[in-house]
């Protein structure tokens, strides 16, 4: 009986010390993605939109073959292309252009992508241009210590500021620098 005892404590010991092992190595992150534990967030390049259902004219349509892309989208490649290079023909853009533009100037400007230019760019610039102008400036003037009156919207001539700091302001201009007495006065 003390045989069995001895050889179930060794049994006892043996699987502490591997639920240990496993419990340490549980935390390990290859092991962990080996078992499939591991976090996996969605790749956001390799999401790509459908085409929207729609209901063809005629309803004699073929239904598709098994594994077959569907017909009314294009495949990620080609609607990447489209969107980083300009695929309409310049030619027929050029043509298209009404103004009294030049050859050369038609196709520079259909190379360059004029049709895609959004024609209320200008409104929406003004727009913005004009809040900023009238925005209240009294936040800005308290943190920079400025004041609003200080600024005349006309350039400054430096060379009469610098006659006039010469002339009477030159101790305003450079204060004098008082010694605290401290360590740092050695440097």
């Not at 005892?5 to 049994?11: I, P, Q, T």
């Not at 534990?37 to 209901?55: G, N, Q, W």
């Amino acid at each position: 009986m003390v045989q069995l005892m001895g050889s179930d404590m060794r049994v006892l010991k043996a699987v502490a010390a591997l639920l240990l092992c496993a419990g340490s190595a549980a935390g390990c992150g290859s092991l962990r993605e080996a078992a499939g534990l591991a976090k996996k967030s969605p790749d956001e390049f390799a999401v790509s939109t459908k085409a929207p259902l729609i209901i063809p004219p005629d309803f004699n349509l073929r239904p598709p073959s098994p594994g077959a892309p569907p017909a009314n989208t294009l495949d990620p490649a080609s609607n990447a292309q489209a969107a980083l290079f300009n695929t309409a023909d310049p030619q027929t853009v050029a043509n298209g252009m009404t103004g009294n533009f030049t050859g050369g100037e038609k196709m520079l400007l259909a190379n360059a992508g004029v049709q895609n230019a959004d024609p209320g760019v200008r409104t929406k610039l003004n727009f913005d241009r004009r809040s900023l102008q009238q925005a209240d400036r009294s936040f800005t003037d308290r943190v920079l210590g400025t004041s609003a009156t200080a600024d005349t919207g006309r350039p400054v001539n430096a060379d009469a500021e610098v006659n006039r700091n010469r002339a009477g302001g030159r101790a305003a201009a450079t204060p004098k620098k008082e010694k605290s007495g401290g360590w740092f006065d050695w440097f």
